[in-house]
């Protein structure tokens, strides 16, 4: 065999190596893309089914309301089994971990609730009260029924909207955000002369659409004179497709759970007295911002 001739069938065997390997890259982004997806249906078809139950339990509160009799005994019971549904609903609504387990068990409850009412409408017919006002009374429920199906089907566009924009709910939330001046021995300053560092602190908000792992969190201080205090390298990160200077960084492994976080900023010359900005950036987009005041 030639020397061109085995460079050309190395070539060759480096060539199928890079399909395979581009091909086994590819397998694995789709499949994880195709399991965020699923995800996020998920969520939204549990957010649509927590709020088909709540219409629910508006309507059965509802339907109570309409229930009337000469009979106080029977009305006390009404009375209490109405708060019972109301205290359900409450529940539900405070539901915080909301599952297809927890639907099940939500589920069998209210048909519970719903089997005990049946037996009271039942046992009002009995007593042969009103029917006529009760029929007037079943129209104004139906009435309101159809309104809570009218907001619920709003709920579910909206929902169907908020699912198109996944990415854009993926994308980290700070709260609490706060900022103050340390000195060099780490008490708090007011007095811009007195300051040594900025503390920015801020808890990252629960939020189980955004990839859990390590990134980095981005903080850019600006003084009052609108110059921006640089990181000690003038780094810059890279937010919606522009460069921007920053302050300081810290990497925070995020699980989506709510986070506590403190990023330090060093700080080289006298600031100025004034208002200072703060701005927070992660995942190359622009997260928070917040505002200080030096003396």
Do not use: W
Not at 91 to 113: G, H, I, M, P, V
Not at 213 to 230: D, K, L, S
């Amino acid at each position: 065999m030639t020397e061109n001739s085995k460079q050309h069938q190395t070539q060759n065997i480096l060539i199928a190596i890079l399909l395979v390997l581009t091909l086994g890259l590819s397998v694995l982004y789709f499949r994880e893309k195709s399991k965020n997806i699923k995800q996020v249906e998920i969520n939204t078809e549990l957010t649509v089914t927590k709020d088909s139950l709540q219409g629910r339990l508006v309507e059965m509160i509802l339907e109570y309301d309409n229930l009337k009799t000469n009979n106080e005994e029977i009305n006390r019971q009404l009375l209490a089994e109405k708060e019972k549904v109301r205290e359900l609903l409450t529940r539900l609504q405070r539901e915080r971990n909301f599952s297809q387990a927890k639907f099940t068990e939500y589920e069998r409850e209210l048909a519970t609730l719903r089997k005990i009412m049946r037996s009271y409408i039942v046992q009002i017919d009995s007593l042969n009260q009103s029917n006529i006002a009760l029929r007037q009374e079943n129209q104004q429920v139906k009435k309101r029924i159809q309104q809570v199906e009218t907001e619920r089907a709003q709920i579910s566009k909206k929902l169907e909207e908020a699912s198109e924009k996944v990415d854009l709910a993926s994308v980290l939330r700070p709260i609490n955000i706060f900022a103050l001046g340390l000195t060099r021995r780490g008490k708090e300053a007011t007095r811009a002369r007195n300051v040594e560092k900025i503390k920015v602190c801020f808890t990252l908000d629960q939020n189980p659409i955004a990839k859990p792992g390590n990134r980095f969190i981005y903080v850019q201080v600006t003084a009052p004179g609108g110059a921006i205090i640089p990181n000690e390298q003038q780094d810059s990160v890279n937010v919606d497709g522009e460069k921007l200077l920053y302050s300081a960084r810290r990497e925070v492994d995020y699980q989506n759970e709510s986070l506590d976080v403190c990023i330090f900023v060093d700080v080289t010359d006298e600031l100025p007295k004034g208002i200072y900005k703060i701005e927070l950036f992660a995942d190359n987009r622009h997260i928070g911002t917040s505002s200080f005041t030096l003396k």
